[in-house]
């Protein structure tokens, strides 16, 4: 058995998308994935790329993603990296494919001078929260996540 991590090409666009989905799934929201393989070629592999991927394959076989950018840090003064998905199909978990991941991150983030990595979990996934504190990540538990979106996001940006 064999696992296998490369950095994502404009051919994986629909295998992306199909990993985003199965994640929208997975976190109970199939609807909210609207993600197209337009939408990943444009911003992955155009010529100012918004994020980097890296697939993770078993016997040459698709099994999991991870979907990172850059940030940057104003108290560190470095860039940070950050996690916005990190999947493994069901079939492939406890064979050491998001540990494989999660390690790439660190890498990335390391090779780019990154002051931290840094990712959320839904509060009900359990398996996942224990996973990363066994890897000595931290709960973060006094910063809350604010979204502005949709017609909120339209209000306030054309406010005089």
């Known amino acids: 058995m064999s696992l296998t991590l490369r950095t994502a090409t404009p051919n994986d666009a ?8 199965k994640l929208a799934d997975y ?14 070629l444009r911003d992955g592999f155009g010529d100012r790329p918004f994020f980097g ?4 394959e078993w016997n040459g076989n698709p099994a999991g993603f ?20 990190l999947f493994v199909l069901p079939e492939f978990r406890k064979l050491g494919i ?20 840094v990712w959320q979990v839904l509060d009900w996934n359990t398996p996942s929260i224990r ?24 209000r306030l940006s054309t406010e005089p």
């Open 14 to 21: 629909a295998l992306i998308v199909d990993f985003v989905k």
């Open 98 to 117: 998001g540990k494989a991941l999660l390690k790439e991150m660190a890498r990335v983030a390391a090779s780019n001078g990154c002051g931290r990595l």
């Open 27 to 40: 976190e109970k929201e199939p609807d909210a994935a609207v993600l197209t393989e337009a939408d990943v």
């Open 131 to 154: 996973f990363y504190e066994s890897l000595g990540a931290r709960w973060m538990k006094e910063w809350l996540t604010y979204r502005l979106e949709g017609d909120a996001l339209i």
């Open 53 to 56: 991927c890296v697939l993770a």
């Open 66 to 85: 991870a979907l990172y950018f850059f940030n940057y840090s104003t108290w560190q003064g470095k860039p940070g990296l950050y996690l916005e998905d």
